[in-house]
């Protein structure tokens, strides 16, 4: 085939050139164009973060960049960014609409730095809570995971910046982080494990999918067939590109088994799909040009959709370090910190009534941006609890060092971003606080018994040992670099907290379903990770098993009350192709303007196959004025009952009773309705 050389002028009047054409019209001239070596070519990075450019057909590299809490320096030649509050902080939220702004945001700043796919969200369920990658993740629960990811990569994708959710899948722990094998059923796949990946393809159309460095059931994800083709393109209908994980093809022996199974891009450079081993393999037809035009007919579609060979005047602008997305930050803060525990009302503070406060402890004063691994973001200000305290008090309250010399203390603790705590690339160390911090809590609270414990870490840390000893408690995760000032607006009630766990708290590790044995955490000599909690992750198991959590899922207190009332259901029967109505009254009966997250979870009485006592299938967040009441409807479907039978190997639902429950949290149920379901 002779190589046709294009004048600047010649390529430009090319099809695939032409903005007005359709991006598959414009994809299918560019692919005929494609020399076999070209092909090749653009199927690996080069440089960590690009793809390699191909000159004759101006094709210019198209660039990624981590992640999921702001662009990230190691991506961006070192750039100052928006640090936004980590994943678990934002999930805390619970707020669909703060989600959606946060991926308008990110993709703006990602535009900004001259970047095409932003390596986020990450939707790894939260299985453990020793995973040291917990803090950038969402949640145990599947239906609050798809629920906050949808409206992200809308965001996202709106501004025609690729999202790219990761990792695909069962890359829950870091422990042996490359090479475990998840043993998973089908079942716990279903339910648990696909949902956020599968609504991120069939909801919000998402351009890229990060497969995982660790194997599923035998095989590495970057080569299952089983899980990429059969599943995420043809049964889903994913149109965009899958990525490796970086290096996660370390370990796969052949370029076909990958390509076959539609790994498009290769990162961070060419291992399996080197030019000489595709060459080979192609030859001895391990794999058709039919495969091979598929994968580029994949990444090209991208191409075009983030605008790779359009005017930059005619994308939509990226801005970075804004004071809008700075304030957004602050925003998801105030929603995503969550108060757990505030006995006899001591919080919100007035400031009028005190003089004095002492802000000790190891995260008092520690900026928490950069570390981590990959999610790390370098932000040109990081406003830490101290900093935010600091500027609220002014000059009206003073900052002393002396514990018992003021009238109140705040002891911030927790985890940070070193190796065995909420690190990449390896598990926690202990599921308890370091030792030194225990000590701490001991010596503050006999010095001065109102004493504020502020916990800055991303994933559930013990507290049985401790928590009688204080009066409260704000779990404010990583909240990003106006955290500071959110956490003092919540100290002094200028702001009422809304967030509610996302996670459960168990009292000990052994209570976790993950940690009934160590084959199902970290795993066996085999280095095979038995999921054998199967479905029962999170409150699932709790509640089935009926073992008290510390914290439940759901859970979060406010300085306001929320009265539930007055149910209605408007059919006894649901039937196949109907809808069930259900609505009920919120009303703010306390004294101060808050927010609720109403919850609506479902209980199926009587299935012949064992199910959780709960499973969210709802939730609204609501704001109210005091003595407001609002009415709120959910709706309920067929599928919203259903479970995956692996007899039949189907998503079933039996006819029979079911119930309807409401409340603020998993453990609180306000508000309980039945129902029968029936086919006809
Ligand atoms: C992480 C990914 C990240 C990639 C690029 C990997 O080690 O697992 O989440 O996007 O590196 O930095």
Redesign the pocket.
Known sequence: MEIRKYSEEELKALPFMNSNLSIEERVEDLLIRLTLEEKFKLLTGRHRWETSPIKRLGIKPFL?S???NGV?P??SNYKEATYFPVGICRASTWNRELCYEFGKALASETREVGAHMI?AP?VNIIRTPMCG?NF?YQTEDPYLNKELTVPFIKGVQEERIAA?V??YIC?NQETN?FTYNALVSQRALEEIYFPAFKAAVEEANVFSA?GA?NKINGFYACEHDYLLKKILIEKWGFKGFVVS???ATQYIERPEDALNAYLTLE??RARIYKRRNLQEAFEEQRFTIDVLDENIRRLLRVMFFVGLFDAPESLPKGYRNIKAHQNLARKMAEEGIVLLKNENKILPLEKDKIQKIAIIGPNADKQMSEGG???SVRPPYDITPYQGLKEKCGDHISIVNDASKADFVFLVLGLNHEPGNDC??ADRSSYKLPKEQIDLIHQTTKANPKTIIILINGTPVSMTEWINMVPALIEVWYPGMEGGRALADIIFGEVNPSGKLPVTFPKKLSDSPAHKSELSYPGDNEKNVHYDEDIFVGYRYFDTEDIEPLYPFGYGLSYTEFTYDNLRLDKKVLSENDILTVEMDIINSGIREGAEVVQLYIHDVGCSIKRPEKELKGFTKIKLTPNQRETLSFHVKKENLMFYNENSDSWTIEEGAFKILIGPSSRDIRLEGDFQYKTK
Request: charged letters at 25%; aromatic letters at 8%.
């Open positions: 990624t981590d992640g999921p990230a190691h991506s390596l990450g990658r950038e790219c990761k990792h890359n982080r990060m460095y994980d970086w290096n990162m961070p691994g990959s999610s990449e690339n």
